[in-house]
């Protein structure tokens, strides 16, 4: 059975929603949940996640209110929860502190796009260790081989595959991207292949899941949080749809 992974980002569509949408997320039936921590300077996510993070911030999303609604529902939760985020807050935070908080929130691993992997390694990957805290890397198709692999190397729970080089939810992804979706089944690799960016339904989640472990959906979720008056039954219906 192929995962389905849903992102949506903190704190919205307003403060206190963000324990109700995990447990929804998982009582619909996705395998993993993958949280964005609202920052002020998105740039790998497009036009709607930049919306999102706004609209978080605007409502008083920070990363240590994050973790107390966290903390509130740990032991109901069943599936992966990863956050998602920028090294900057991270950093402001303090790393092991920051570290320490996931592990005690029921958080299993990290996505941090902009923290390049020798820094990673140098300064990051013992702590992430020492509080049992997975890190996933991400690859595009202009990734090579070789690099591929390095990062895989560095990388546990999973690794992320960008359907292409563009930002979140761009409309020209191109998401049947056959040639380097085969080239990552082909590859020795020793994580399981998440792919993401693009994937809006059911048939796009089958589509680039064919030689991959799971899809990761954010946008097309994140969609009706923000513009569903109805989000919680949209949402649900929504997750129901793909998985069916």
């Given at each position: 059975?192929k995962?389905?992974n849903?992102?949506f980002t903190?704190?919205?569509?307003q403060?206190?929603d963000t324990a109700?949408?995990i447990?929804?997320i998982q009582?619909s039936?996705?395998e993993?949940i993958?949280?964005?921590m609202?920052y002020?300077?998105?740039?790998a ?10 609209q978080a ?8 209110k994050?973790f107390s609604?966290?903390k ?6 069943r599936?992966?929860?990863?956050l ?8 402001s935070f303090g790393f ?5 908080e996931c592990?005690e929130?029921g958080v299993?691993?990290?996505?941090i796009p902009?923290?390049p992997p020798i ?10 260790k020492?509080y049992?805290l ?12 070789e690099r591929?692999r390095?990062?895989?190397s560095?990388?546990?729970g999973f ?5 292409s080089s563009?930002?979140?939810?761009n ?5 049947k991207n056959?040639?380097?979706?085969a080239?990552?089944?082909?590859l020795?690799?020793?994580n399981?292949?998440?792919i993401g ?6 048939e796009?989640f089958e589509n ?6 799971g899809?990761?959906?954010g946008?097309?979720f ?8 109805d989000?919680?039954?949209a949402?649900i ?6 998985k069916?």
């Amino acid at each position: 059975m192929k995962k389905l992974n849903i992102y949506f980002t903190a704190g919205i569509p307003q403060l206190e929603d963000t324990a109700d949408i995990i447990k929804l997320i998982q009582d619909s039936g996705a395998e993993m949940i993958e949280i964005g921590m609202p920052y002020s300077d998105p740039v790998a996510d497009g036009p709607v996640i930049q919306q999102a993070h706004e609209q978080a911030l605007k409502n008083g999303m920070t990363i240590e209110k994050l973790f107390s609604q966290l903390k509130t529902i740990k032991n109901e939760i069943r599936i992966p929860v990863i956050l998602m985020g920028y090294i900057n807050p991270v950093l402001s935070f303090g790393f092991e502190k920051f570290c320490r908080e996931c592990s005690e929130s029921g958080v299993s691993g990290l996505i941090i796009p902009d923290l390049p992997p020798i820094e990673f390694e140098k300064n990051y990957q013992q702590i992430l260790k020492k509080y049992n805290l997975n890190f996933t890397f991400l690859v595009t198709p202009e990734t090579s081989d070789e690099r591929i692999r390095y990062l895989d190397s560095l990388s546990s729970g999973f690794l992320y595959a960008v359907s292409s080089s563009s930002t979140t939810g761009n409309d020209n992804t191109v998401l049947k991207n056959e040639s380097y979706l085969a080239k990552l089944a082909s590859l020795p690799l020793q994580n399981p292949v998440m792919i993401g960016f693009g994937i809006k339904s059911k048939e796009d989640f089958e589509n680039v899941t064919e030689k991959a472990a799971g899809g990761i959906i954010g946008t097309a979720f994140v969609n009706i949080l923000l513009h569903h008056k109805d989000w919680k039954n949209a949402a649900i219906d929504f997750i129901h749809a793909v998985k069916a």
